[in-house]
């Protein structure tokens, strides 16, 4: 009676919270149903693991029935129509738009709004006719209007590239034109495919609004034979798939733990805490797949836009600047000491072998992928993923020179966000130059923070900093500017030089 | 491998405003110049060896063996307190690089970079260096991609410049007035040399910019604007001209009387150099 009591109180506060919106509030009180359910099996040690911060399923919910993230290949829909949706194949520029905002609308994910909006060039070039820039600047400036106003989530996250084409170069004019929160952007790049005029135009874009993210293409595309999308906080994830679960290491939570000496940890305590994360993704999958019966029963399974064998688990780890910092005594400093940056390699080596040797069901070559986890709002003094810590960071240089080494092997994707002075405004090609030799030197994703833009990141979302001042007047039209908010009065955001801070999202009921 | 010595003030492998992309950034010792707008004042004269700064230094980075200054770069910590102390206006932390040095130095980024700049002090007193380190660089297959410019006071005479010139992608020239008498009073010399550079730049398809620092009252005036705009207008069309506002940053007490300039006054030297058919002005 008393947790009914106080399930009860938690909804009446959520309907009752005069700055969250409608939407808002339904996905809250969905999420406070779901965790009145009881959590899959799990053995003591995993459920103390949870209820102790170790590890985190991120408040996926306690029963899992739609997978976290989801990459539709919407050509399929384009090219063949939707029996489901009752769509004719698109014949035209506008048929293809109003047919990819129909199946956004019918793509579920973790927040309820899709992740990813698809490769836009791809799916939009063989519809564009002969539509001149100015036709095709007018249809996506609508389109991008459209995705702002109704998707109101910053995770929600447009592909282009790598080839040049009219389609990439009108969708960055109009991102950096209109200068909006959503999409999110990303530009697949390939040093001997992109054109210089294409990466070019991506980095004056970058010095206005701080779009687009810019992946390694030959390095991403090399783990997924079967195309990929970046999504959300930069994860690269299989096209036509997705992801179940993604859950989470704290890497601070565990160091703090260590029962012995470094090699005792890597040896004995990080693969204990490592089989504490398998075995919550292990029982999670097995509820999604097994109990709800997503992939049995959804039209984008049964009309070929979703495979489930083409769907991974990610295995997220964060906190590595602080678990780097207590393994060696407090003195070391992750970024700036060689002892340091050599043991975040090694932490980070362990973890890798794990993912590969432990057979996970239901997953894409039966195994998990490994995922620089970017926090979420209420992480207070943990950095994210295997980030430097906020506010440390050393020069580009430097700073590629100590994470390029394992970014590589971050599968599912990872995220190092690096501050340009504003000089970088009037000088964009120094953007397409610290890229090229990131690439070159290993590097998976570059994601810029230009000194003095209004769209900021935060950990790989945008958030506008005007929004922020506004939200906590008047609420905000975008979940993401709250989750914003509570990053920059966790991490002095405001206060910092061109820096950046961390955090994915913030998915926990607001009791 | 090239042992051709000069006095480098310091050697900077990244930098977003000396030239288009990132670039590594040579400050060379030494101008004969002695602007009184220099942001850079250290840069102007070689150390005598006086030894005022040994004393003051709070690292004990500094000390004096047989008459000379010697410099531990590990020790130093970049504080700048000897080049407060300075009374020459140079510094005790040049060092005397070789040509193999600093490209040993960019080989490790060379990535990452668009090219190199050579900036100072004049980089053009110490030719034989200059010429060396962009040959150098040239003639490297892991360099050759870098473009090689030199940020310059234009003083070098054309004989030089002919010798420059086959390794040099561009130079950038102040023409820092437009009348020879405010030329004569903000640098101490006459700006006839420096016309001469630009046009044989200009005709070799050497000249990446002219520049024009903007100091409120002083460089703006319309008699100035009218015979700078004149100069550059005379070289023929196309001439890439940047703008750049004089700032306090950096340079001695007595340019410290003159204000920097607003934003407006910028917006009217630009609107004005519109106004007389300039269509690439960047600031």
Same mark, same amino acid.
């Given at each position: 009676?008393?947790?009914?009591?106080?399930?009860?109180?938690?909804?009446?506060?959520?309907?009752?919270?005069?700055?969250?919106?409608? @939407?808002?509030?339904?996905?809250?009180?969905?999420?406070?149903?779901?965790?009145?359910?009881?959590?899959?099996?799990?053995?003591?040690?995993?459920?103390?693991?949870?209820?102790?911060?170790?590890?985190?399923?991120? +408040?996926?919910?306690?029963?899992?029935?739609?997978?976290?993230?989801?990459?539709p290949d919407y050509s399929v829909a384009l090219r063949?129509?939707s029996?489901?949706l009752?769509l004719?194949?698109a014949?035209g520029l506008e048929d293809a738009l109003t047919n990819l905002q129909i199946l956004y609308h019918n793509v579920?994910?973790?927040?309820?709004?899709p992740?990813y909006l698809g490769d836009l060039d791809a799916l939009l070039?063989?519809h564009?006719?002969?539509?001149?820039?100015?036709?095709?600047?007018?249809h996506l400036?609508r389109f991008w209007?459209f995705l702002?106003?109704t998707i109101?989530?910053?995770?929600s996250?447009a592909?282009?590239?790598?080839?040049?084409?009219?389609i990439?170069?009108?969708?960055?004019?109009?991102?950096?034109?209109?200068?909006?929160?959503?999409p999110?952007?990303?530009?697949?790049?390939?040093?001997?495919?992109?054109?210089?005029?294409?990466?070019?135009?991506?980095?004056?874009?970058?010095?206005?609004?701080?779009?687009?993210?810019? +992946?390694?293409?030959?390095?991403?595309?090399?783990?997924?034979?079967?195309?990929?999308?970046?999504?959300?906080?930069?994860?690269?994830?299989?096209?036509?798939?997705?992801?179940?679960?993604?859950? @989470?290491?704290?890497?601070?939570?565990? +160091?703090?733990?260590?029962?012995?000496?470094?090699?005792?940890?890597?040896?004995?305590?990080?693969?204990?805490?490592?089989?504490?994360?398998?075995?919550?993704? $292990?029982?999670?999958?097995?509820?999604?797949?097994?109990?709800?019966?997503?992939?049995?029963?959804?039209?984008?399974?049964?009309?070929?836009m979703?495979?489930?064998?083409?769907?991974?688990?990610?295995?997220?780890?964060?906190?590595?600047?602080?678990?780097?910092?207590?393994?060696?005594?407090?003195?070391?400093?992750?970024?700036?000491?060689?002892?340091?940056?050599?043991?975040?390699?090694?932490?980070?080596?362990?973890?890798?072998?794990?993912?590969?040797?432990?057979?996970?069901?239901?997953?894409?070559?039966?195994?998990?992928?490994?995922?620089?986890?970017?926090?979420?709002?209420?992480?207070?003094?943990?950095?994210?993923?295997?980030?430097?810590?906020?506010?440390?960071?050393?020069?580009?240089?430097?700073?590629?020179?100590?994470?390029?080494?394992?970014?590589?092997?971050?599968?599912?994707?990872?995220?190092?966000?690096?501050?340009?002075?504003?000089?970088?405004?009037?000088?964009?090609?120094?953007?397409?130059?610290?890229?090229?030799?990131?690439?070159?030197?290993?590097?998976? $994703?570059?994601?810029?923070?230009?000194?003095?833009?209004?769209?900021?990141?935060?950990?790989?979302?945008?958030?506008?900093?005007?929004?922020?001042?506004?939200?906590?007047?008047?609420?905000?039209?975008? +979940?993401?500017?709250?989750?914003?908010?509570?990053?920059?009065?966790?991490?002095?955001?405001?206060?910092?030089?061109?820096?950046?801070?961390?955090?994915?999202?913030?998915?926990?009921?607001?009791? | 491998?090239?042992?051709?010595?000069?006095?480098?003030?310091?050697?900077?492998?990244?930098?977003?405003?000396? /030239?288009?992309?990132?670039?590594?950034?040579?400050?060379?010792?030494?101008?004969?110049?002695?602007?009184?707008?220099?942001?850079?004042?250290?840069?102007?004269?070689?150390?005598?060896?006086?030894?005022?700064?040994? %004393?003051?230094?709070?690292?004990?980075?500094?000390? !004096?063996? *047989?008459?000379?200054?010697?410099?531990?770069?590990?020790?130093?910590?970049?504080?700048?307190?000897?080049?407060?102390?300075?009374?020459?206006?140079?510094?005790?932390?040049?060092?005397?690089?070789?040509?193999?040095?600093?490209?040993?130095?960019?080989?490790? &980024?060379?990535?990452?970079?668009?090219?190199?700049?050579?900036?100072?002090?004049?980089?053009?007193?110490?030719?034989?260096?200059? #010429?060396?380190?962009?040959?150098?660089?040239? *003639?490297?297959?892991?360099?050759?991609? !870098?473009?090689?410019? #030199?940020?310059?006071?234009?003083?070098?005479?054309?004989?030089?410049?002919?010798?420059?010139?086959? =390794?040099?992608?561009?130079?950038?020239?102040?023409?820092?007035?437009?009348?020879?008498?405010?030329?004569?009073?903000?640098?101490?010399?006459?700006?006839?040399? =420096?016309?001469?550079?630009?046009?044989?730049? &200009?005709?070799?398809?050497?000249?990446?910019?002219?520049?024009?620092?903007?100091?409120? /009252?002083?460089?703006?005036?319309?008699?100035?604007?009218?015979?700078?705009?004149?100069?550059?207008?005379?070289?023929?069309?196309? =001439?890439?001209?940047?703008?750049?506002?004089?700032?306090?940053?950096?340079?001695?007490?007595?340019?410290?009387?003159?204000?920097?300039?607003?934003? %407006?006054?910028?917006?009217?030297?630009?609107?004005?150099?519109?106004?007389?058919?300039?269509?690439?002005?960047?600031?």
């Amino acid at each position: 009676m008393d947790d009914l009591n106080e399930f009860r109180q938690s909804a009446y506060r959520l309907v009752t919270t005069p700055n969250l919106s409608y @939407r808002q509030r339904l996905h809250q009180l969905a999420l406070l149903a779901e965790e009145a359910l009881p959590y899959p099996k799990l053995s003591p040690e995993a459920a103390d693991a949870l209820s102790t911060g170790l590890v985190s399923d991120l +408040a996926e919910g306690h029963a899992p029935y739609r997978p976290r993230y989801l990459l539709p290949d919407y050509s399929v829909a384009l090219r063949e129509g939707s029996e489901y949706l009752e769509l004719e194949p698109a014949t035209g520029l506008e048929d293809a738009l109003t047919n990819l905002q129909i199946l956004y609308h019918n793509v579920p994910s973790i927040t309820s709004y899709p992740v990813y909006l698809g490769d836009l060039d791809a799916l939009l070039l063989p519809h564009i006719g002969d539509a001149d820039d100015d036709a095709l600047d007018a249809h996506l400036t609508r389109f991008w209007r459209f995705l702002d106003r109704t998707i109101p989530d910053a995770f929600s996250h447009a592909n282009i590239g790598p080839v040049d084409n009219p389609i990439a170069r009108s969708v960055l004019r109009v991102d950096a034109a209109l200068a909006q929160v959503v999409p999110n952007l990303t530009l697949k790049y390939d040093p001997n495919v992109t054109s210089d005029e294409l990466i070019g135009l991506a980095a004056r874009s970058i010095a206005r609004v701080n779009k687009p993210h810019i +992946a390694n293409h030959p390095m991403i595309a090399a783990d997924f034979p079967e195309g990929y999308g970046v999504v959300s906080c930069y994860n690269t994830l299989p096209l036509g798939g997705g992801s179940h679960t993604l859950v @989470r290491l704290d890497l601070k939570e565990s +160091a703090a733990r260590a029962s012995g000496g470094i090699d005792h940890y890597l040896e004995k305590d990080l693969p204990e805490h490592a089989a504490l994360v398998f075995e919550i993704m $292990e029982a999670r999958i097995k509820f999604l797949v097994e109990e709800s019966g997503f992939y049995d029963h959804h039209f984008l399974v049964k009309e070929g836009m979703l495979h489930p064998e083409r769907f991974t688990a990610m295995f997220g780890i964060f906190g590595m600047a602080e678990a780097v910092r207590i393994l060696l005594g407090g003195t070391s400093r992750y970024g700036h000491d060689p002892e340091a940056n050599y043991l975040a390699d090694r932490i980070i080596e362990v973890v890798d072998r794990l993912v590969d040797e432990r057979p996970l069901p239901h997953c894409r070559q039966g195994r998990a992928t490994l995922h620089a986890q970017s926090g979420i709002g209420d992480d207070v003094g943990v950095t994210a993923g295997a980030r430097i810590a906020t506010g440390e960071e050393p020069d580009v240089l430097d700073h590629v020179a100590a994470v390029a080494g394992h970014h590589s092997r971050f599968t599912s994707g990872i995220s190092d966000i690096f501050a340009l002075e504003g000089s970088a405004r009037a000088n964009p090609q120094a953007i397409v130059d610290v890229t090229r030799g990131a690439f070159k030197a290993g590097m998976r $994703e570059m994601t810029f923070n230009i000194e003095g833009c209004d769209l900021v990141r935060v950990t790989g979302y945008m958030v506008k900093l005007s929004d922020i001042e506004k939200w906590k007047r008047e609420g905000s039209r975008l +979940a993401s500017t709250v989750l914003g908010a509570q990053s920059v009065e966790n991490w002095g955001l405001l206060g910092r030089m061109p820096r950046v801070i961390s955090h994915e999202h913030d998915p926990r009921p607001r009791r | 491998m090239s042992t051709t010595r000069g006095l480098v003030a310091s050697s900077l492998r990244s930098s977003l405003v000396d /030239g288009p992309g990132n670039r590594h950034v040579v400050f060379l010792q030494g101008c004969n110049f002695d602007c009184v707008a220099c942001h850079n004042p250290s840069t102007i004269n070689v150390c005598d060896s006086c030894a005022v700064c040994v %004393d003051q230094c709070p690292l004990d980075a500094l000390a !004096l063996s *047989a008459g000379r200054i010697v410099f531990d770069l590990e020790a130093c910590d970049g504080c700048d307190l000897c080049l407060e102390v300075c009374p020459t206006d140079s510094s005790p932390m040049v060092r005397e690089m070789t040509v193999e040095d600093i490209t040993g130095e960019i080989r490790q &980024h060379a990535a990452f970079l668009s090219g190199v700049t050579a900036t100072g002090g004049e980089p053009t007193l110490q030719l034989d260096f200059l #010429v060396d380190l962009f040959a150098t660089i040239k *003639a490297d297959p892991d360099l050759k991609h !870098l473009t090689t410019l #030199v940020d310059t006071n234009g003083t070098l005479a054309i004989e030089g410049w002919e010798r420059l010139a086959p =390794v040099l992608d561009g130079a950038m020239v102040d023409l820092k007035a437009g009348t020879p008498w405010l030329h004569r009073q903000l640098t101490g010399h006459g700006d006839s040399a =420096v016309r001469a550079s630009i046009r044989w730049l &200009h005709d070799h398809a050497k000249l990446a910019e002219v520049r024009l620092l903007v100091v409120e /009252g002083v460089t703006d005036t319309e008699v100035e604007l009218d015979a700078w705009a004149g100069f550059v207008g005379g070289l023929g069309e196309g =001439v890439p001209l940047r703008l750049m506002a004089f700032r306090h940053q950096g340079t001695r007490p007595q340019a410290r009387a003159w204000p920097e300039p607003s934003i %407006d006054a910028i917006d009217r030297v630009e609107q004005r150099l519109a106004d007389y058919g300039f269509t690439n002005v960047v600031r």
